[in-house]
């Protein structure tokens, strides 16, 4: 199951000036690829790549609480598969907040379910999705955001 970071609008207060080595040749690459995905400055995709890190990171930590979205796609005439995913969804041990479902094909749907609980059970229950027979995709994106993030 693939992670995915959510890009956070973040504050311009509260800013430090920081200064690292790195080799020539990696930053390079790193500027290159900053500037293919339409970043303006080298500090906002720095940032972003510190988001990247933190996320991956902060996924160890079982117990925070998370919220987050698990995104499915299925093939909608597997048997009982509406069934199976129904029940999974009324007896988690997290909180579904909301679900959109998307119609992509003749045959396919897609889900976009907004998930909250501790990361654990959140796994536990994207882990169980994506073993009913039929579920094509299935995507965990936690959000973990910085207290300080909120623009005010
Ligand atoms: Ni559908």
Do not use: W
């Amino acid at each position: 199951m693939n992670m995915y970071v959510i890009a956070i609008m973040y504050s311009e207060k509260n800013v430090e000036r920081i200064s690292f080595t790195v080799p020539s040749d990696f930053l390079q690459e790193f500027d290159k690829l900053a500037d293919e995905l339409g970043y303006k400055s080298r500090s906002h995709a720095i940032s972003d790549a510190m988001r990247v890190f933190f996320n991956e990171k902060k996924q160890t930590d079982e117990n925070i609480e998370v919220d987050g979205f698990v995104i499915i796609a299925y093939n909608h005439h597997q048997r009982n598969i509406l069934e199976e995913i129904t029940h999974l969804e009324h007896h988690s041990e997290i909180t579904i907040n909301s679900s959109l479902h998307i119609h992509v094909s003749e045959e396919n749907c897609s889900e976009v379910i907004a998930v909250k609980g501790k990361l654990e059970n959140v796994r536990s229950f994207a882990n169980k999705l994506q073993s009913i027979k039929g579920i094509l995709l299935c995507e965990l994106v936690p959000l973990y955001l910085f207290p300080k993030d909120a623009i005010d």
